[in-house]
């Protein structure tokens, strides 16, 4: 089966530094990854939608300057938050789709982001 | 457009009975339909999915769920709750074509099991 690999699993950093999380899906070609954060309790958001070699597609509301997306290959994408703060602290989620897609949606273990 | 409804935010069963969590959905084309299983501090994994074939869909961990277009539905069943069964609950629906279709979730249920 398809299998998605998220790093790190978790991670804490200081306000003001930025941290970079990576999606890796390794046993099939990702023509679209998908990148959500999750709130204590609550569902998942959609931050934004990435395509193999161009820009991603953020939702409403989404800071592309704060986080920023490179989906660099068929296999990796990877989320940066940039000058990162507290209120930033959350669950972060991404999630591959295969180009045939046979897999479907297939997610990655999250990551969880403590900013202090 | 879609959405999907999941009414209520806790279900709670004893262990041995039927687990009934439901999902009602909007969508301006033929859905796919998701039910994924959240644990703690883990990401999402698929229990079924429904794309347009069989309208009964069985799924892992012996849950199934019925598609059923005059009512909107797509509930999920497990005939027998399981204490490994206490989880967070999500389903979903996506436009179904294309690879960049999206999936929107429903705010999710939490589904505890009773000794």
């Known amino acids: 089966g398809a299998v998605v690999s998220q790093h790190p699993s978790w991670v804490i950093c200081k306000s003001g530094t930025s941290v970079k999380i990576e999606c890796r899906s390794l046993d099939f070609q990702a023509t679209t990854m998908f990148w959500y954060r999750q709130f204590p309790k609550q569902s998942l958001m959609l931050m934004a939608t990435s395509n193999e070699g161009s820009k991603a597609t953020y939702e409403q509301g989404v800071e592309k300057d704060k986080f920023l997306i490179n989906h660099a290959s068929l296999t990796l994408s990877t989320l940066t938050v940039t000058s990162a703060h507290p209120e930033d602290s959350s669950f972060y989620i991404c999630?591959?789709?295969?180009?045939?897609?046979?897999?479907?949606?297939?997610f990655g273990s999250g990551t969880r982001l403590t900013v202090v | 457009a879609q959405s999907v409804t999941q009414l209520g935010s806790h279900v709670s069963v004893s262990e041995g009975a039927l687990v009934l969590l439901r999902c009602n959905y909007s969508?301006?084309?033929?859905?796919?339909l998701f039910w994924y299983v959240q644990y703690p501090n883990q990401g999402l994994q698929l229990l079924l999915k429904?794309?347009?074939?069989?309208?009964l869909v069985k799924g892992i961990n012996g849950f199934e769920a019925e598609f059923k277009k005059s009512e909107t539905s797509f509930h999920l069943t497990k005939p027998s709750a399981h204490m490994s069964d206490a989880a967070e609950y999500f389903c979903?629906?996506?436009?179904?074509?294309?690879?960049?279709?999206?999936?929107?979730f429903g705010k999710g249920i939490t589904l505890s099991v009773r000794p």
């Open positions: 969508s301006s084309v033929p859905p796919y």
């Open positions: 429904y794309t347009s074939a069989a309208t």
């Open positions: 999630s591959a789709r295969d180009v045939a897609q046979v897999y479907g949606y297939t």
């Open positions: 979903a629906v996506s436009g179904a074509h294309g690879a960049n279709s999206k999936l929107t």
